[in-house]
Nanobody, 124 residues
């Protein structure tokens, strides 16, 4: 089975930075793209960023453009989300996800595997 494990969440002050990591494992793991999503209390899970692993092409939600950067490290089988200039509205549980084939990468339904999530809390 494929396992995705997020790490790096925590409490940070507004304006600060945090880097999340998502490490994939499992014999069957074969990913076309990886994405980050977040879910705030009482709200739906929404797209944050995605990266096509082979070419490194990225996409971001408008709310995080210029502040967040998604990247990958093939050797470590890990995808990162560097979050800068954090705002209280960034507070959410952040999930990483993997998709094996082409799809609409901004849509949660496109992804095959999900991590358990990591909490990010930004204080004002």
């Amino acid at each position: 089975q494929v396992q995705l494990v997020e790490s790096g969440g925590g409490l940070v002050q507004a304006g600060g930075s945090l880097r999340l990591a998502c490490t994939a494992s499992g014999r069957s793991f074969s990913s076309y793209a990886m994405g980050w999503f977040r879910q705030a209390p009482g709200k739906e899970r929404v797209f944050v960023a995605a990266i096509i692993l082979s070419g490194g092409i990225t996409d971001y939600a408008d709310s995080v453009k210029g502040r967040f950067t998604i990247s990958r490290d093939y050797a470590k089988n890990t995808v990162y989300l560097q979050m800068n200039s954090l705002k209280p509205e960034d507070t959410a549980i952040y999930y990483c996800a993997s998709v094996a084939t082409r799809g609409v990468l901004t849509a949660p339904a496109a992804y095959n595997y999900w991590g358990q999530g990591t909490q990010v809390t930004v204080s004002s």
